[in-house]
């Protein structure tokens, strides 16, 4: 219970922080967690790590409900030729750099290429956002380029060191025959209960982003891809709905969200940092 009260109580004085120096939250709470787990001696809670893991999904679910299909198909080259660029060239400089000057192996050249070379919708994803309501176009732009790395990263990683199973090619078949029929249904079943009292709109949001998230796990592909994918597929259903929007929003940069960010501080250790501060600082630069 002590973990919850210091998770609750650096979260909040993160948020105030940010908003004193008008600054996107999620860096100072992922500096929160940072202190928390290295001078409070924090352990993560159980109900701060599931939390924390429906808040990425809901965060990512969320992003991609602002890609606008006609956006994304009037700079999907574009966007193409953004995310594979910034793919590729970091993953060869790393793998390159690994492998013949850093004496790892074949397989740990690849893995730090695929690491270091991803991005992050998740904290790309607010730091556009900020202050704004909504993404403009150049925004939403640069969160499909975004997903394009991310993209890259999950299949890459699939072929290096996963095997596609035949659970996994039905899993991708159901969700893409899923995603055909989503924006149709769903605007005649959110048309037909929109305005109910007991918020069932809400509810199949919510059950639909658990429920990519528990099968994703289950299969073995990337939920947080999942989740983004499928914001983008229902971005045509719910964005027509603002106060399931508000609420979506409310729930997501209020309360989920700032647990996920909460929890990767708490995977930074200071000492750690400090012995590989070169290599680090390597990389980075």
């Not at 790309?124 to 704004?132: A, F, I, N």
Request: glycine letters at 8%.
């Amino acid at each position: 219970m002590d973990e919850i009260f210091i998770a609750i109580g650096l979260i909040i004085f993160a948020g105030l922080v940010a908003i004193e120096l008008k600054l996107t939250s999620a860096i100072f709470e992922i500096i929160a967690g940072c202190i928390a787990v290295n001078f409070f001696n924090f352990s993560n809670a159980e109900v701060i790590n599931v939390l924390a893991d429906f808040g990425i999904l809901a965060l990512m679910f969320f992003a991609g409900l602002e890609i606008d299909f006609d956006v994304l198909k009037k700079n999907a080259k574009c966007s193409m030729v953004i995310g594979s660029a910034s793919f590729l060239s970091p993953f060869l400089a790393v793998y390159v750099i690994t492998l013949h000057f850093l004496d790892f192996s074949y397989e740990q050249a690849l893995l730090a290429g695929i690491a270091l070379s991803t991005t992050s919708i998740a904290i790309v994803y607010p730091m556009l956002l900020r202050s704004k309501e909504r993404l403009d176009d150049t925004g939403k732009q640069i969160l499909s380029a975004a997903m394009v790395v991310d993209l890259l990263s999950m299949i890459a990683i699939s072929l290096l060191f996963s095997d596609l199973t035949i659970l996994t090619i039905g899993f991708i078949l159901a969700f893409t025959a899923f995603s055909y029929f989503v924006p149709s249904l769903g605007k005649k079943i959110f048309s037909h209960y929109k305005g109910n009292a007991v918020e069932f709109e809400f509810k199949i949001i919510l059950f639909l982003i658990l429920g990519i998230g528990i099968a994703g796990e289950a299969i073995g592909i990337e939920t947080v891809l999942l989740a983004f994918i499928l914001g983008v597929i229902t971005s045509g259903v719910i964005v027509g709905h603002i106060k399931l929007w508000d609420k979506l929003r409310g729930i997501t940069f209020g309360f989920l969200a700032p647990i996920f960010f909460f929890k990767v501080g708490t995977a930074v250790n200071l000492a750690a940092l400090y012995e590989n501060i070169i290599l680090i600082l390597l990389f980075v630069t």
